[in-house]
């Protein structure tokens, strides 16, 4: 078994990549980036029906544990991973085969801004979803970049995470 990042930065190889590449250097743990797929906007009378998403969950069912990794813009998820979280209710309505399958696997979160504490509320939307898919909510770690790297501070809290993700994937 493997987890998978589900990185949604516009910048592929920015801040939040290098907190995320702490994760995927384990063969354990796979990264793609929202960046390489075209996913539209939800609709509700699901006109995008031919854009990268539903692929892309048929990819994402084979991971029993999704880490969502997100840089903080604006006190917020990014704009991708928001789409994305938003086209999850295509599972709820046209493929509630797929949005079954969610039931039982667990979601993680990886933030990256440009303070060390994490704003108040950030991670409700996460902890909720999880909960109303029937997913386990694994819980969050916060990171940040100070001269183009990652500090010593917040090293424990990153391993920390990771290894309680190795730990779920051995069991």
């Not at 987890?3 to 592929?12: P, T, V």
């Not at 969502?68 to 309505?93: E, H, N, Q």
Request: net charge negative; hydrophobic share 40%; glycine share 8%.
């Amino acid at each position: 078994m493997k987890a998978i990042i589900i990185q949604g930065s516009s910048r592929r190889d920015g801040n939040t990549s290098k907190i995320c590449d702490l994760f995927s250097i384990n063969q354990s743990i796979d990264m793609l980036h929202l960046s390489d797929y075209q996913i539209g906007h939800f609709d509700y009378e699901f006109q995008n029906l031919e854009d990268d998403f539903h692929p892309l969950i048929q990819k994402l069912m084979h991971y029993p544990i999704w880490v969502f990794a997100t840089p903080v813009y604006w006190y917020s998820m990014s704009g991708r991973t928001k789409v994305f979280l938003d086209r999850i209710s295509d599972l709820l309505k046209i493929d509630k085969e797929s949005g079954r399958k969610l039931r039982g696997k667990s979601l993680g979160l990886i933030t990256c801004g440009s303070e060390a504490k994490l704003n108040k509320g950030f991670t409700i939307p996460f902890q909720l979803s999880a909960e109303y898919l029937g997913m386990d909510y694994l819980g969050d770690v916060h990171g940040w970049i100070e001269n183009s790297e990652i500090p010593a501070q917040v090293m424990p809290e990153i391993e920390a995470y990771l290894q309680k993700i190795l730990t779920i994937l051995a069991s």
